[in-house]
């Protein structure tokens, strides 16, 4: 794998108080505003939105990685991502993002690995190690018997 990857992303005002953001990786855009607290519009991605998506499906991808790897079998994980933004002198800010994966497993026996592994993809995440806010973790691991498909 090379040492050295490149992404972009063009974001542009499109007209009063609503942008659109483009990947050249993803075929559709993403309209965003500001949040409404700040003069933006509901029912659009913020921002934040972005970011707190970012994180989530950054540990997602992760953590689907390590266990592929590890042949660690789990049957879903759902990863809730909240962050609180407060004022301080110098503006506002994120002050803290909490992950909240949820991993259901088959057998209990599993539920330590399980806990290593969440823990390795949150240290792993490139996301999360680019931000000045580290992501907390609260881990939920859910047994549940794997239902046969088909």
């Not at 499109?14 to 483009?22: I, L, V």
Request: hydrophobic share 40%; net charge neutral; glycine share 8%.
């Amino acid at each position: 794998m090379e040492e050295q990857h490149k992404y972009r992303v063009v974001a542009w005002w499109t007209s009063g108080r609503t942008g659109t953001a483009k990947s050249d990786s993803a075929p559709n855009s993403i309209h965003f505003t500001a949040p409404p607290e700040f003069g933006g519009l509901e029912g659009r991605w913020t921002p934040e939105d972005l970011l707190l998506g970012a994180v989530a499906s950054c540990f997602t991808t992760t953590f689907r990685v390590i266990a592929e790897y590890a042949k660690f079998e789990y049957s879903d994980l759902e990863v809730e991502a909240e962050g609180i933004v407060r004022k301080s002198d110098s503006g506002y800010s994120f002050s803290e993002i909490l992950l909240r994966p949820t991993l259901m497993i088959s057998s209990e026996q599993d539920q330590g690995r399980a806990l290593g592994l969440l823990r390795k993809a949150k240290a792993l995440c490139m996301v999360s190690r680019a931000l000045a806010t580290a992501p907390k973790l609260e881990v939920r691991v859910q047994v549940s018997k794997l239902l046969p498909v088909g």
